[in-house]
């Protein structure tokens, strides 16, 4: 099936120590989010990709980066992980942005010890 | 603006009950708007979207209202199901319309 993956399911970091997370999607979408989700909140937009263009929104933290290789695979770096960047991290997908549906990953939990 | 707070609104259900489920959107530029299921630990699931053109859409089991007038947005889902027990988020794409921006969520807890 056609899907939008997401390894680790979950990964442990120290603080301090750069952790990326990783997203592949076998729909040929052209957009690619990144979101930061923490306990009993919506998600919340860090970036995402239109095809190769990078679209950062205005409160995410440099701390975070971004990286897509190409139209299958898309890189969260996370430089400098703090106690407050632990949460669920999701990727998704869409056709074409804005009134296409996205299409979730199962989501990365992170964990900063 | 993002929702922030530790409580999520609760909507607890008796099986086989209608549910309805409300959000207030903030944009009135918004065109598009899409309802997602999110279970413990996993992704948000895609339920139904509806486009700023229509008033009413209607799925399998679910029905989105989209009261244009007053912002307001329902999803109903009928005779809900212990498996229907989740977080639901309602999303638009506001006025640059290329992304999504979510509700806070509303947790419906389904009792036997």
């Known amino acids: 099936d056609a899907m939008v993956i997401q390894n680790p399911r979950y990964q442990v970091t120290q603080f301090g120590k750069p952790v990326t997370l990783s997203c592949s999607q076998t729909?040929?979408?052209?957009?690619m989010y990144w979101y930061q989700q923490k306990s009993s909140q919506a998600p919340k937009l860090l970036f995402h990709?239109?095809?190769?263009?990078?679209?950062n929104e205005a409160d995410t933290p440099d701390n975070f980066q971004s990286r897509r290789p190409n139209t299958s695979f898309c890189f969260l770096d996370i430089r400098s992980p703090g106690l407050g960047d632990a949460a669920m991290y999701l990727c998704?997908?869409?056709?074409?942005?804005?009134?296409?549906?996205?299409?979730f990953g199962p989501g990365t939990r992170l964990t900063v010890t | 603006g993002e929702s922030v707070g530790l409580h999520l609104p609760t909507l607890s259900v008796q099986e086989g009950d209608n549910s309805i489920i409300n959000c207030a959107y903030s944009?009135?530029?918004?065109?598009?708007f899409i309802w997602y299921k999110q279970e413990s630990g996993k992704g948000p699931q895609f339920i139904i979207d509806?486009?700023?053109?229509?008033d009413k859409r209607q799925g399998q089991r679910v029905t989105v209202l989209l009261n244009k007038t007053v912002k307001h947005l329902s999803l109903q889902i009928a005779a809900t199901q212990p498996g229907d027990s989740a977080v639901y988020f309602c999303?638009?794409?506001?006025?640059?319309?290329?992304?999504?921006?979510f509700g806070g969520g509303t947790r419906v807890l389904v009792k036997p």
């Open positions: 998704a997908t869409s056709r074409d942005s804005g009134s296409y549906e996205q299409y």
């Open positions: 729909l040929n979408h052209n957009v």
């Open positions: 990709y239109y095809d190769k263009d990078f679209n």
């Open positions: 944009n009135s530029a918004s065109d598009y």
């Open positions: 509806i486009r700023s053109n229509m």
């Open positions: 999303a638009e794409n506001g006025a640059a319309g290329n992304k999504l921006t």
